[in-house]
């Protein structure tokens, strides 16, 4: 058992996991993640999601998610395969890639080229 524990950790060694735009788990996940790229990250809880909404937007698509503080936006190609991964909750992170990332991942994969996470209120404000 150890030297398949070994063989493995040579493995990611040599090759460290590629970055994904999304993350998945098999069951529904607590807390999401949302990784802007050179900004800050946010943590929130799916159970504070009030919707969703998908859009065309020529060659490219739109996600949308609104939570009571935080409206969320991501851009990008084939986004329409994560929607039933965000509807049940499986997604754990978001994060959005530069461009040159595009041609080390599949040509049908799920590629954010934006996400914004806009503060819609102060939550300190709040009791």
Known sequence: ?????????????ESPPAARCVETEFQPAAMV????LQ????TVPWARLDAVSFSNEGESERVE??????HVIAVGEHLREIMDDLSNFK????RD??????????SDGV???????RLLADPSKHP
């Open 1 to 13: 058992m150890s030297s398949l524990r070994e063989q493995l950790a040579k493995m990611n060694a």
């Open 97 to 106: 890639l530069p461009a040159s990332h595009r041609a080390s991942l599949k």
């Open 39 to 42: 900004a800050k990250e946010w």
């Open 33 to 36: 993640t949302f990784c802007p």
């Open 91 to 94: 997604v754990r992170c978001l």
């Open 65 to 70: 998610l609104f939570f009571p503080h935080h």
């Open 111 to 117: 590629f954010i080229s934006q996400l914004e996470v």
